[in-house]
């Protein structure tokens, strides 16, 4: 089964629709998925069959894509059981083949769909079918006197009250199954219905972190994501107990207007049929389907605040050429320290002992000079962790008394200590402590995020909400995209990645990747794409999607350093022939100016390319070895520590964004505690996104709206006080 030529433009025009896209576009970028292609390599190498489509674009066309087929595919499905059955009609095959979600066809197949033993089909089996369409649809004469003539001893129907009770039973499944009378509960009771909580144990909530959920209602249309996630958790945990409130004199009266003619002597019956079929069957499974909805929308919004915050941490801008000390703060185990040069290559460990119970201050400021002027440290890192402030204080202090000039910053070490425990890091430093690799891992990120924070798996980089309450399958495949978009976005130096960082690279996967290292570290350094060719399982089709992405530096072939394809060589050299250069000629003044006059429509006509491709080519040429971070604001350097208690309101003070979720930001702004903006203080506009004003990393100027020192809670905002 699958989707066939005849059906598929008609496909290609719902998802151009759902996403504003042309239908062609969307056969373009499905016929190119089909045929082995990769996202990444669609939009850096295919714009001009896509329209210049991003990663994200991509990726919504491939899902839409996929929940089409699996919705025709399903389709089929049930018009083949309904027909085996014998029951499919010309009207039930056209509401299936019209439905367009997955959820009305599941509606039009309940009637028919192979159920558990039920009082419906009890009743049924007692022959109890013909009494219950009498009442349903005709009901003129006495209900007792024709229930009377279903009495059987051999059916086991010994009373008028057994006779009626069946039947209401099946009118009861009935009134359920009914497809379009679901379909209209379930809207009315999301648009007028409300979710309401409970308190359930208080005691198993000591930090009164559910408190407001205790006595709580809201509109089911209303609900903010991350509430309902709240009170997922809160149900879960045991403290609390949710429930849908409906509106049910609406749906009460809608049914009987449906069902109950008013002539009918069976009005009575079918009132308390009526109630018992939506009480008993409809209203559970709709509060179930209801719930199902509201946390898959919650779940799809706590899985893109993860994303966003991830990419931006993927992409924080890296601190090259820097020899760096790392600090991963502790109390009673110390503070370990890790040296590293300007390549990230490791070059000594220590700890010490600055923080409380020991507080050898004097001692440790000792070894730290030291280290400063033995290996002409130019910036230290410490981690946000545990005792991370004291140590920060620590550190301002020993840079203050030494000569050389020392900066430092707050590292955000989300993930860290799970990189330092993995077999990965027992690889790379098997004689190393976990805190000491830890230490190691901090210096490095503030070098090269990316290449560091690609160890690590993305659910342990802290910078989501709830996303531990999330689908995990959904929440992996959504952060694997994440990474593999920034690796190919910045692109990987063949010579120097890790496995961790290649097997993120389009088309390849974590063996092939593994072979590229191998062969590398038995023959050495690459010095020509062509070479990667010959590693084992790295085939014709994985050259293709991968090759762009990787570079190598100063080797054989000057174009191999730029992100151009090899599949636009030949027109690049002819370019450059055009032009009266050379591909040594790469990145220098007189290449970058003779490239800038020239006209990129005729150009591409004259070399019979398209102009996005021309373009890329271009840009490629000025700007060899051009990282994309390298054109983001770089971190917060600092020199000084503040105090919580320094705190006034109004303050100005400057920090970095370490989190945002969707209620506002935490602001880093060098004191113990992150601030919080909430989301009415970061704009003077509306904002109905925060990300729509910030994202993690950015370093934003800020006011202090409050402070409070015994929670320790810092409010902050983005609204200079006037």
């Not at 009935?174 to 648009?191: G, V």
């Not at 000591?206 to 309902?228: L, N, W």
């Not at 400057?654 to 945002?660: I, K, L, Q, S």
């Not at 909430?678 to 202090?704: A, C, E, F």
Request: aromatic fraction near 6%.
């Amino acid at each position: 089964m699958g989707i066939t030529a005849e059906k598929q433009p008609e496909l290609f025009n719902k998802v151009g629709q759902k996403l504003k896209i042309s239908e062609e576009r969307v056969r373009q970028v499905i016929t190119l998925l089909d045929d082995g292609n990769t996202v990444p390599f669609i939009a850096r190498y295919r714009k001009e069959l896509t329209g210049g489509l991003d990663e994200v674009e991509l990726r919504e066309i491939q899902e839409s894509w996929t929940y089409l087929q699996n919705l025709e595919n399903r389709k089929e499905e049930v018009i083949r059981l309904i027909e085996e059955q014998g029951k499919l009609t010309d009207e039930l095959k056209g509401k299936l083949v019209k439905a367009a979600k997955l959820q009305e066809v599941e509606d039009l197949y309940r009637p028919y769909k192979q159920k558990k033993r039920t009082r419906a089909t009890v009743a049924k089996e007692k022959g109890l079918e013909p009494l219950a369409e009498w009442l349903l649809n005709d009901g003129k004469g006495n209900p007792e006197e024709k229930a009377a003539t279903f009495i059987s001893e051999e059916n086991e129907v010994a009373t008028i009250e057994d006779a009626l009770q069946g039947a209401k039973d099946i009118i009861a499944e009935w009134i359920s199954d009914d497809a379009e009378a679901r379909k209209w509960i379930r809207a009315k009771t999301f648009q007028n219905g409300t979710l309401q909580t409970k308190v359930k144990s208080e005691e198993d909530d000591p930090k009164k972190i559910f408190e407001m959920y205790y006595d709580y209602q809201e509109g089911i249309a209303k609900i903010v994501p991350h509430r309902v996630l709240a009170i997922n958790r809160g149900e879960k945990e045991g403290v609390i107990k949710a429930s849908v409130a409906s509106p049910t004199d609406t749906i009460f009266e809608y049914l009987r207007k449906k069902l109950i003619r008013q002539e009918s002597e069976s009005v009575s019956i079918l009132e308390e049929t009526i109630e018992d079929a939506y009480k008993r069957l409809i209203q559970p499974s709709v509060e179930r389907e209801i719930r199902k909805e509201l946390t898959e929308v919650a779940e799809d919004q706590a899985i893109h605040i993860f994303s966003e915050n991830l990419k931006h941490l993927l992409l924080q801008p890296p601190l090259k050429g820097k020899r760096v000390l790392g600090l991963d703060p502790a109390y009673r185990t110390g503070c370990k320290l890790a040296v590293v040069d300007d390549t990230g290559k490791m070059l000594h460990v220590s700890v010490i002992y600055p923080t409380p119970p020991r507080s050898e201050i004097e001692k440790s400021k000792e070894i730290v000079k030291k280290l400063i002027k033995e290996f002409d440290i130019e910036m230290i890192a410490i981690g946000n962790g545990t005792a991370s402030r004291e140590s920060e204080q620590f550190v301002a202090e020993v840079i203050k008394e030494v000569d050389d000039e020392v900066v430092y910053l707050i590292a955000n070490e989300a993930g860290a200590s799970v990189y330092s425990a993995s077999d990965l890091a027992r690889e790379e430093f098997p004689s190393l402590q976990v805190e000491e690799r830890s230490a190691v891992s901090i210096a490095r990120r503030v070098q090269d995020p990316l290449a560091e924070l690609v160890k690590i798996d993305p659910k342990s980089v802290g910078v989501g909400q709830y996303q531990h309450d999330v689908s995990q399958k959904k929440l992996n495949d959504q952060l694997t995209f994440v990474v593999e978009t920034a690796v190919n976005q910045v692109g990987v130096n063949v010579n120097t990645a890790s496995v961790s960082l290649l097997q993120y690279v389009a088309g390849l996967s974590k063996s092939v990747a593994s072979n590229i290292v191998k062969r590398r570290e038995e023959e050495g350094k690459f010095t020509s794409r062509v070479q990667l060719k010959k590693v084992p399982r790295l085939g014709a089709k994985t050259y293709e999607q991968c090759i762009g992405f990787l570079r190598i530096m100063e080797g054989k072939q000057p174009l191999d350093q730029t992100e151009i394809h090899p599949e636009s060589y030949d027109v690049t050299k002819a370019l450059l022939v055009q032009i009266g250069c050379d591909p040594n000629d790469i990145g220098s003044d007189k290449l970058v100016q003779a490239l800038s006059t020239l006209s990129i429509k005729e150009t591409a006509q004259a070399l019979e390319i398209g102009e996005p491709t021309l373009k890329d080519i271009i840009k490629s040429l000025q700007k060899p070895g051009r990282d994309p971070r390298d054109e983001l604001a770089k971190p917060l350097l600092k020199t000084d520590v503040l105090k919580m208690e320094d705190l006034e309101k109004g303050m100005e003070l400057e920090g970095t964004v370490r989190n945002v979720v969707d209620f506002g930001a935490f602001v880093d702004v060098g004191v113990k505690q992150d601030g919080l903006v909430h989301i009415s203080k970061l704009s003077n506009r509306y904002v109905k996104n925060p990300m729509d004003i910030v994202h993690v990393g950015q370093v934003v100027t800020v006011w202090v709206d409050s402070v409070d020192l015994q929670k320790e809670r810092i409010a902050l905002t983005m609204l200079q006080p006037s």
